[in-house]
Nanobody
């Protein structure tokens, strides 16, 4: 089992910044991909960004939704069990509940409880 705890959501004005954190615990050695998804009211949950570890390259590769490229940055730290999402130049359309997701090498996915992000115009 993997447990995910998110933090860092809140209310900011458009143009501001927020940093989300997600700490994983449990059987973390099986995690190879961690990411952030978001779900706005009335919309489907969508990928914001994710980051995967390549044992061969011993490096991380990241993937971003087009709508956040150049504004958001995903990163990992602490022996790969914590993932961050730095969100800059926030827009009202970024308002959503943001969820952390961890995927393991054996194809199991875990979700955090979600953290609310509200951007005022």
């Amino acid at each position: 089992q993997v447990q995910l705890v998110e933090s860092g959501g809140g209310l900011v004005q458009a143009g501001g910044s927020l940093r989300l954190s997600c700490a994983a615990s449990g059987i973390i050695f099986r995690i190879n991909t961690m990411g952030w998804y978001r779900q706005a009211p009335g919309k489907q949950r969508e990928l914001v960004a994710d980051i995967s570890n390549s044992d061969i390259r011993n490096s991380d590769s990241s993937n971003y939704a087009e709508s956040v490229k150049g504004r958001f940055t995903i990163s990992r730290a602490n022996a790969k069990n914590t993932v961050y999402l730095q969100m800059n130049s926030l827009k009202p359309e970024d308002t959503a509940v943001y969820y952390c997701k961890a995927s393991t090498t054996n194809g199991i996915h875990y979700w955090g409880q979600g953290t609310q992000v509200v951007i005022s115009s």
